[in-house]
């Protein structure tokens, strides 16, 4: 069985700062995918960042970047030089080949002037 | 990216009412449509899987008889809510796949049951 988890319901970072946001994540499937979505308070999920477990490399696009450490069965996101429309619940997803997507708890975010 | 749009955004109904709600991949084909709920303050959570042309997968504890899912078409997925109740509010999302390839999420629906 796929687990994600995210320990910190709540984050806050000041304007212009960068912030780690924490995600764990358990399978015993030996292909999967990791995700990032922004949820403002829209509702819409928005999508950030993918990192494969295959993948050599961190990903990153733009302001974020994914620190995977794949011994420890990590992914967390970093958001850098913070602006105030970064506030918003941030979710990590796992996914395995023909299986559906989790997520975490999620993690509210808010970016302080 | 892929669109994927849902009707209607939201939608207020009376205790004991059905409300239908519609999932619509809109630039591609989806062969596999995901339906998740997602409580005030809370993560989203699966409720049902559902495969072009075949019944859908319900998670445990999601009652397959009051969330009705039907995959009729390569475009289109609906979820009725049967005799809706007011513990039935909450924000639904609809996702879609093309084989296994990525997920593209709908903007949601927001159900609100008086």
């Known amino acids: 069985a796929q687990k994600i988890t995210q320990t910190q319901p709540g984050m806050f970072v000041q304007e212009k700062e960068a912030v780690t946001l924490d995600c764990t994540y358990d399978?015993?499937?030996?292909?999967?995918?990791l995700f990032w979505y922004k949820q403002p308070s829209s509702g819409e999920m928005i999508f950030l960042i993918y990192?494969?477990?295959?993948?050599?490399q961190n990903a990153t696009e733009g302001r974020y970047s994914l620190n995977f450490q794949k011994a420890r069965k990590s992914a967390n996101l970093v958001i850098s030089a913070s602006q105030l429309g970064d506030s918003a619940m941030y979710f990590c997803?796992?996914?395995?080949?023909?299986?559906?997507?989790?997520f975490g708890a999620g993690t509210r975010l808010t970016v302080k002037p | 990216g892929a669109v994927v749009s849902q009707h209607p955004s939201w939608v207020i109904c009376k205790s004991g009412t059905s409300v239908k709600i519609e999932c619509r991949s809109l630039d591609f084909q989806a062969t596999t449509m995901f339906w998740y709920r997602q409580f005030p303050k809370q993560s989203l959570m699966l409720m049902a899987t559902?495969?072009?042309?075949?019944?859908?997968?319900?998670e445990q504890g999601v009652e397959k008889d009051k969330f009705l899912i039907n995959h009729a078409s390569l475009t289109l997925s609906t979820l009725t809510v049967t005799s809706a109740h007011p513990e039935d509010s909450s924000f639904y999302i609809c996702s879609a796949r093309w084989e296994d390839y990525e997920q593209y999420f709908g903007p949601g629906t927001r159900l609100t049951v008086t």
């Open positions: 997803a796992m996914r395995s080949p023909n299986n559906d997507m989790r």
């Open positions: 990192q494969g477990s295959y993948d050599q």
């Open positions: 399978t015993s499937d030996p292909s999967y995918g």
């Open positions: 559902s495969n072009e042309g075949s019944k859908a997968t319900y």
